[in-house]
């Protein structure tokens, strides 16, 4: 019955029934029919479906009523079975555990009977191998007193019986005696050792390859690889200082090439293939380290002697560049042969690369301390170059005399220059002060080239040294100005100004000392890091010339504006004691203020500031600095002017007229030169204005 009407009643056993919606639902179908028939229809068989479900509830219940005692009875039955199987179980553990007693006992006999016959067969296997063993010590101690053979097939059989000997005391490791063995051993393969690598080193010398490989053999079998290589690197420098003797003339470059010459031979036919090296790259870069170092002649005392004969300075820094040329050239040589055995894979350390570049470069590190000497001869001779300034300095020597080997570098005489010369010296030291840039970048530049950034800690006290001779120069030449203008002011534009300025100029353009540049790019091993090559442990630091440089500059500036101010200081200076100020008769007081002229005094000045901008443009170089002078100077005649009022006494009332004219053509001037009167003097004018109209009233 449910199966029957599940289809009409699956729409109310939804969870989201709504009678609302199914009542619509119902009602839409209705068609034309009667409202009450339709309902009446409806009701009744929605009471049929409830009787029948009801119905078939009553059938279902009555159904599984009547089945659960038979499904007890089974479950019962079920219950009875699985005790009855657990009885099973347990008795079966019970057998069991019997069982695993009696074989446990049996396990452990054929356990023990086990270990008993592995310690008989190590017993056996150990009276064997000390029979062995004592049989084989005696044959080498046999060998050893008559001699080690030196036939390639005797010393086969000779490296066979040594690896038996080293496999016999592998399998002793478990006896007693094995310390003691291994001690005779020990003593055994250290005669061996002591008589083979003579001949060993014979047959290395020799270049016998087949001979050699025989003792590798022996080598290899007492586990002493590192001797037979230790053999090799004391035949191949012997081999090597030997040819190094003999050579006709001794170079750097020689050196170089006596150590690169069969280097790929050496790696390839000899360490690899005879000596059987696992490293050969770093065995080669430890041998031609020592050998750098051990040269007899030293390549450092040969490049020391040859930097002697050195006549100028130029030929000194041109030995250095090519030294550290002839350097690189074995330093390329070395990378391509470490980059052509990179199939290999095998990476030098750079602790050892580092070994070998400080070996290489340790000629050149020793003669860096002479490029400060050279360079500094240089730079203090480009001081005698007329070409430069004509009236700069008198002639020095030049030539060997200026290079001379720890006696330093004199000082240069000081310049004996008249009156009239005073611009010329300026403008020599212009022209000095000009090209220092360009000539301490250049020297840098050079420099670089024999020992790159390492070079800056050499370099960086000729350039100071040359700097403050620059300095000194200037320091000196500024006094001798200053002398000359002690003693003859004058109230015009005075000779001297163009000198003093054109000093200032050159001291504004002196360059500091160049600071320490670095490769833009990471040098791509250590052989090429000279920074750190040729370091000395210590950073070098920049030599500061800064503060002597400002004072200088300060008092160049000082010099200048004394020697424009000098005409008007002496003009001002007359303000005191004019007599116009007073004692001014009555006829002259009522005299109107157009019919007054500016007085002798302020025109001069106002003259002597008009023309000025015309004199300063022909000797300094930037457009701007005439008015930035002007506007300075106008500044200090304002500031003088009031102080100078302000120290008249008894000025009557034309004499405040006067002042008031003066001040008042003193400001045209100023404004047309660009600047304005200072706030002192414009107090100053409306005060004595204010005094005038008090007067006129009364």
């Known amino acids: 019955m449910v199966c029957k009407y599940s289809k009409d009643l699956k729409t109310f056993a939804e969870k989201d029934f709504d009678p609302k919606k199914w009542i619509n639902t119902a009602w839409s179908g209705a068609g034309n029919q009667e409202k009450e028939i339709f309902v009446a229809n409806t009701v009744a068989r929605l009471q049929l479906y409830m009787k029948q479900l ?5 059938e279902t219940a009555t159904q599984i009523v009547s089945s659960i005692p038979r499904t007890l009875q089974e479950a019962s039955s079920l219950q009875l079975e699985a005790a009855l199987l657990q009885e099973q179980l347990k008795s079966l553990e019970q057998n069991v555990q019997g069982v695993e007693e009696q074989t ?40 050893l007193d008559s001699g080690v053979p030196t036939n390639k097939e005797k010393l086969a059989t000779l490296a066979e019986q040594v690896h ?33 690598s003579p001949p060993f080193m014979e047959a290395l010398t020799m270049m016998d390859a087949d001979r050699s490989s025989s003792y590798v053999s022996l080598f290899v079998s007492m586990s002493r690889v590192s001797s037979a290589l230790r053999c090799w690197r004391r035949a191949s420098a012997a081999a090597r200082a030997s040819r190094w003797t003999r050579l006709a003339t001794h170079t750097p470059r020689a050196a170089t090439h006596l150590l690169m010459d069969d280097a790929h031979a050496q790696v390839m036919e000899w360490l690899v293939s005879v000596v059987s090296c696992e490293a050969p790259l770093a065995e080669l870069v430890r041998l031609h380290t020592d050998l750098l170092l051990s040269l007899d002649p030293s390549i450092t005392k040969i490049v020391t002697a040859q930097f002697k004969l050195c006549q100028t300075p130029e030929d000194g820094l041109t030995y250095l560049t090519d030294l ?3 350097l690189d050239h074995y330093r390329d040589r070395v990378r391509d042969l470490l980059d052509s055995h990179k199939y290999n894979k095998e990476v030098v350390s750079e602790a050892a690369l580092r070994e070998l570049g400080v070996s290489l470069y340790s000629p050149l590190k020793a003669l860096l301390p002479q490029y400060t000497e050279l360079q500094t001869s240089l730079l203090l001779a480009s001081l005698d170059d007329p070409a430069l300034h004509t009236y700069l300095l008198p002639a020095r020597p030049t030539g060997p005399a200026l290079f001379v080997f720890g006696r330093g570098h004199p000082s240069p005489p000081p310049p004996a220059v008249p009156q009239a010369d005073l611009l010329d010296y300026s403008r020599g030291l212009l022209t000095v002060c000009e090209r220092s840039q360009d000539r301490l970048s250049s020297a840098y530049s050079k420099g670089r080239m024999i020992a790159g950034p390492a070079i800056y800690g050499y370099f960086a006290p000729a350039a100071e040294s040359y700097l403050s001779s620059v300095l000194s120069l200037v320091s000196r030449h500024s006094r001798a100005v200053e002398s000359s203008f002690l003693s003859c002011r004058s109230s015009s534009l005075s000779p001297l100004a163009p000198a003093a300025l054109v000093l200032e100029r050159a001291a504004a353009l002196l360059p500091p000392v160049p600071p320490p540049t670095s490769d833009a790019c990471a040098p791509p091993n250590i052989l090429y890091d000279l920074g750190r090559l040729l370091s000395s442990g210590s950073a070098p630091s920049a030599p500061s010339l800064s503060a002597a440089l400002q004072r200088t500059r300060d008092a160049l500036n000082a010099l200048s504006r004394n020697i424009l101010r000098s005409p008007i200081d002496l003009q001002l200076d007359k303000i005191p004691q004019l007599s116009s100020w007073r004692h001014n008769d009555a006829l002259s007081t009522e005299l109107p203020d157009f019919a007054l002229s500016p007085q002798e005094y302020i025109t001069e000045v106002g003259q002597y500031l008009m023309t000025l901008p015309q004199h300063l443009e022909l000797h300094l170089g930037d457009a701007r600095a005439p ?30 007229k006067r002042c008031l004219t003066d001040i008042v053509y003193l400001s045209s001037v100023v404004e047309d030169l660009g600047s304005s009167i200072t706030p002192a003097l414009k107090n100053l004018e409306n005060s004595l204005r204010a005094a005038s109209h008090t007067h006129t009233q009364t």
Request: charged residues 25%; aromatic residues 4%.
């Open 627 to 656: 008015w930035t002078i002007l506007a300075e100077l106008c500044t200090h005649t304002c500031e003088v002017y009031a102080q100078k009022i302000l120290t008249i006494r008894n000025m009557d009332e034309l004499g405040t």
């Open 324 to 326: 550290r040329a002839d």
């Open 164 to 196: 038996a000997m080293t496999t016999s005391l592998e399998a002793l490791s478990d006896s007693a005696e094995y310390e003691s063995k291994r001690l005779q051993l020990t003593t055994l393969y250290n005669r061996l050792e002591a008589a083979i």
């Open 54 to 58: 009801s119905n078939s509830l009553d």
């Open 104 to 143: 446990g006992h049996s396990i452990k006999s054929l356990q023990k009977i086990d270990q008993l016959k592995t310690r008989l067969e190590n017993a056996a296997s150990s009276l064997r191998e000390a029979d062995k063993w004592v049989a084989l010590a005696q044959s080498l101690e046999d060998t």
